[in-house]
């Protein structure tokens, strides 16, 4: 006898089911999952230095350690976009639980992280590595460095090199003394003065370069004098004209290169959509046939039991020169500068510990010679 098939068999499914007691957001988050853990840290994290950001008065605002969570939580999550991490808070029952059930918009959320907590980053880091040494997690004895370059959202086609900055500026150089020299030969009471020689305030005959500001000056200088010439209008033609150039042409040039030096501040480029980036060559392009330096930033870490204690940002591309800054900075919120055990740069060494000469680099840990901690490059 053929045996007759069975109807299968379901769960309830009753998407209208009412319930006297709704389930909380906290029953149906597990005891271990992260968002707990956020939660737990920024509570026992001292955030006086973000609070203070806020001025009394107006109306209601969005608690700052709920936006610090949210901000940290979407972080570990791998969610930056100010519009995910929004659609997360109405959407994600871990959202809504650390928030609170609050849902500040995208414009809130990038209001708080693009100016209220960028201001006070560092204090907030600080206070996280408080905690972890107050828990035992960070001992600050053993400090692991190294640093890697992060493109910069930048144009790479836009760039001010160094050395051309330097090539350009020698042309104008060269230009400003040939057309005050040009002016000066014109001027029989300057010549009756000074001879064969220019004027000694815009360097004469020397190599000493014109700055903007003396520039400004002989120009008003020269102004002044060829007003009061009582020569004919064909004969100050070409004093008016290459004065005219020096004013409008080489001044307005030297302005230019004067700023740029001051914004290259002893670097080789910078970005000119934006100007703290410096051109470094990537990883990615090391097996490039014709690798092109882009727009980056060096960002050194410094970790200690796979969390990271000290962080820096800098616009050199070389590790060796941002050893020293990056340490200084530690300075301030560790309250003591970290001492090296060995290193391979001698000059970083004898910076943190005057007189000392350190060992060669060896892969026995236990012959540290410096008790005070060890740093790895």
């Given amino acids: 006898m053929k045996r007759k098939r069975a109807a299968p068999v379901f769960k309830p499914y009753i998407m209208n089911q009412a319930a006297l007691l709704p389930p909380s957001y906290n029953e149906l988050i597990p005891d271990n999952h992260l968002v707990r853990v956020v939660n737990e840290a920024v509570e026992k994290i001292d955030v006086s230095a973000l609070m203070a950001q806020y001025k009394g008065g107006g109306t209601s605002s969005y608690h700052p350690k709920m936006l610090l969570k949210v901000l940290v939580y979407a ?158 209008k064909k004969d100050a033609r070409p004093s008016h004209q290459a004065l005219k150039k020096l004013e409008k042409g080489c001044l307005v040039r030297l302005e230019k290169y004067e700023q740029q030096e001051k914004t290259l501040a002893g670097r080789s480029s910078y970005s000119k959509t934006d100007p703290d980036a410096s051109c470094m060559l990537m990883k990615e392009d090391r097996g490039a046939e014709r690798p092109w330096p882009k727009p980056a930033y060096n960002v050194q870490i410094g970790t200690e039991g796979q ?56 892969r026995d840990h236990s012959q540290t010679p410096v008790p005070g901690g060890e740093l790895w490059l």
């Fill in 75 to 232: 972080y570990s999550e791998r969610i930056y976009s100010s519009r995910r991490i929004a659609k997360a808070l109405r959407e994600n029952i871990h959202f809504m639980w650390i928030s609170g059930e609050s849902r500040p918009d995208f414009r809130t959320i990038n209001d708080f992280r693009g100016s209220r907590m960028k201001a006070v980053i560092e204090e907030v880091f600080a206070a996280v590595l408080e905690y972890l040494a107050a828990g035992g997690h960070v001992k600050l004895k053993h400090y692991f460095l190294d640093g890697t370059k992060i493109a910069a959202d930048a144009n790479q086609h836009k760039v001010v090199w160094a050395k051309r900055r330097e090539n350009y500026h020698q042309r104008v150089q060269e230009q400003i003394k040939e057309l005050l020299k040009q002016i000066e030969q014109a001027n029989e009471d300057e010549q009756a003065e000074y001879g064969d020689d220019d004027l000694e305030e815009v360097g004469g005959n020397s190599q000493e370069d014109v700055n903007s500001e003396l520039l400004k000056k002989k120009i008003d200088e020269l102004n002044q004098k060829l007003r009061n010439r009582t020569q004919s």
């Fill in 307 to 362: 969390f990271v204690v000290g962080y820096s940002v800098h616009g050199r591309a070389g590790d060796t020169a941002c050893l020293i800054p990056h340490l200084e900075g530690m300075r301030t919120h560790l309250g003591r500068l970290l001492r090296a055990a060995r290193c391979g740069q001698l000059r970083q060494v004898q910076h943190l510990l005057p007189g000392y000469a350190p060992l060669p680099p060896t």
